[in-house]
Every structure is written in C-alpha cells, then in structure tokens.
C-alpha cells in the first residue's frame, strides 16, 4: 500500500496573515495506517474535496475494492481533479495580480515614455507562459478564464473547487456566459456578475448529474432566453464573415472539407449522408467497410452523381435528398409573435431564437425536407406536421423531438437515429404510449435487453430513472423542448 511521506504536508499551507476559509480542517484526521482501504474510501467519500481527500484516495488501491467500490473510488478521483483544477484558477488569478502590480510599481519607477506600448498585463502573461512552458496565446486565454472565474463566474469556480463540476464543464459553461451581452462591459460588470449568477443557479445543479455538452446546451438556452436579439446579430454576423467551404489536405493522400453554414442547412446535409450510408447498395459497394468510409461515399455520391470507389451506385442519388429531415421545434406563439424577443425553439435540437426559426420557414421550400413540429406555450408538442399521419410515425416524430437524444445517462446519439424501447417490456405489460416509450442508441439499447441496465421508472416529459447491474441509480432529464419566454424585465428564472 502507498504510504505518505512524512514531510508531505509539513511545510503547507505557507505561512500567511491568515489561512483561507476553504483550507479548513483539510489536515485534520489523516488515515491511519490501520485503516482499511474501505475505511479509507468511506472516509474520503464523506469528506469535501481538496487536500485531505486526496490523502486518503492515496491510501487505496483500487484493484482491492469490490466493483461498487471502485466505481466510488472513480468519482472521488474526479472530485478531487476538479479540486485541483479550481485551486490552479485561483492561483493563476491571484499570481497574475501579483506580477501585475509588481510590473506597474516597475513601470512608475522607470518613467519610461515607451512603456504605455507595453502593459503589466502582457509582461506578466509573457513571464507566466516562459516559466509554465505555455504558449503566449493559451496563456492569455488561461488568464482570462482565470479571471472570469475570480470575478462574474466565482460561483461556477466555488462549485469546481467542491468537485461539483469538473474542469470539461467549467470550461464548456463559460464559453456560453461570455456571449450574454454584457460581458466585457466593466462600467456594468455588476449587472453581468447578476445575469452569470441567475443562470449558474440553474446550471451548476444540472451539470452535477449531466455532461458538460448538456450543461453548456442548457447555459446556451437561458443565454438567449436573456439576449435573443444579440443572438440573431452574431448570427447575421456569422453568415457574413465565417461561412465558407475550406479543404485542408493531411498526410496520406487525404483531405479535410472544413464548411461553416447554416445550422438547419448542416442538419439537413448530414442527415442526407447518413441516410445514403445506410443504403444496402454499400454494404458489399468496394471500399466501403467502416461507417465512416461509408460517409464518406455517400457524400462524394451526392455532390458529384459519382460513386469513386463505390461500384455499386451509379448517378445521382436524388431519394436521399428527398428523406432529408430538419425537425425544427417551435412554440405557437412565436409563429404569431413578431417580437424578437419572442420564446425561441430548436433546430436539429440545437437551441435557436424566434427569429432564426421565423427566417428559416419563410425561405424554406414546402418540401419533406423540413418538419415543423409545434408547442403551446407549456411546451407540449400539439403538432407533427403534415407529411405523414400513421399513429406509429407520428409517436417516433413526437419521442425524437421530445427526448433530442438516446435517453440513457450521458449519451448524445440524436434521437432520430435511435431505436425506440418499451421502458417496461411489452410483453411484461408495458404499453406503448409516450409514458413508456424512448429512444435508445443501439448500444444502450443492447445493455438494458441483455446487460443488466433497466429503467425503474419512466415519465411523459422523457425523463426516466435507470438502475446499473451494481444497484446504482442514475436519473435523465431531457432538455426543455424550446427556449423559455422572456419577461419584460428580468430573465424567467
């Protein structure tokens, strides 16, 4: 068994005026070396995250537990990785103002007529990427997530710091808060503090039991619940300055085709490519062998009505345009509602304002290519469309919309290219109604068929409760159906 060194923690915490809050009792009661490594694991289970935590985690050997002990052992490593992670942003907010205010005190003694060309701030990230052998570019962007969550964002880093969220999520959740439209405002960085705080009481509780890609989903929703019309302008923005097509060649006689476009136009080129993959014409097409080469035929097919390698099909392949599906989700009143700042939807499950959904019905050609599925204001799905009318289709249309991915915890397969599974079996009982029906990935669905995995219980709004082979429960909440309605004066949350 791994034993500490005695000097470890001799020297720590550094002599200071006064010890910070969030260190103590963080060195009181060490394992002792009588203890068991269960009693190590229990102990470090019980404790908050941070130094003392990670003491004890040190003290087990995790081929020595049992599986559900492992699996414990597992998270508290997280917990205290996102200690850590949170303890470097603090670091590098409070190093950075202390070589600030040693190159300004620096700056006034030279009285150097030049040295308004050179900041404090950019000697000090210059001196912190030298030392920490960083690049001058990531340390500027380290710097200044740092500082964010030293100043608006301080909840979100309180939440790392107690191993709440990880490093992954922090990350995503931030990029999100930085498009509300006072960031970068210092004259109204109160008010920016207060937006960031409304949504991080919201988000951090969800990211605890989701995937940073939910969390920053669910951060993106209440963003543009708050900015609607600052949405649409990096829109309009987007269109004029980043989209394009652009092919950068790798090693070995392939390429990459980069392209930036519109997302209902994305979801509707990929759902094409997928479609045509799935063709029987490729399974014995020469070449073809991974799903991804697969893809990657179906889209020369498309654009070129030539196969290359893929001796099967010939010409152009127009039925996989045809069953292209953009399932665009939108609330009644926002059809009838002018007002920008009207609840938005989701295209593809991608949460969008009112007007992107307003603009993209208006060009969209009366094509099967776009299903529009409507919501009344509680967000019940009132409407499936016109294109087709056999209670079985309009179920699965209404399941994909409603749930956007595979209903197990964490998966992000989209639910249109899921199978739909009987929470309880149909021939246990288990009806075939919205109460009882999801989607599951093939692989997830696989796991609760055969692997021990199944669902104790299962809502009408998605969510579902799951239960591991080892006895563990595991709770999934889908994302809302459409972007919450904005007050006049507040956020609605």
Known sequence: MFELPDDLLADWPPPVAEAPAWLDDEFDALPEESW?????LADAVSRPAGVGQLANLLQVDPTALS???????AQQVKRVSAFLAGFEARALA??????VAHFEAEKVDR?????????AEMLASAELAAALRVSPRAMDIQLEHAADLAGPMLPLRD??????VSAGHVSAIARELTRLPLAGDAERSGEYAAQCARILAIVIPYAHTHTARQAARKTKTLVLAIDPRGADERRRDAAEREHGVWLTPTENGSCEITAVLPLAHGVAVMDAITTLAKDPRFETA????TAGQRKVAALVTLMLGDPGSVATIEGPVPEAKITARVSVLVPLATLTNTDPAAAGG??????????TIRDLLIDADPSPTLRK????????IIDAGRGRYAISDTQRRLIALRDGTCRFPGCTRPAEGCEIDHARAYDSGGRTDLDNLGPLCKHHHQLKTHGGWHITTSRRSGACTWRSPLGRIYHHEPPPPALPQPAETSPPF
Not at 36 to 40: C, G, I, M, R, Y
Not at 159 to 164: D, K, P, S
């Open 36 to 40: 068991t490594v269960a009693d190590a």
């Open 67 to 73: 599986a559900d002990e492992a699996v414990a052992f």
């Open 94 to 99: 409070g190093v950075q103002a202390r070589l």
């Open 111 to 119: 009285a150097d007529s030049a040295s308004g060309f050179v900041t």
């Open 159 to 164: 939440a790392l710091e107690a191993g709440l």
């Open 286 to 289: 020469d070449g073809c062998i």
């Open 346 to 355: 989701s295209i593809g499950g991608e949460p969008v304002t009112a007007d």
């Open 373 to 380: 599925l409507v919501t009344d204001a509680a967000g019940c």
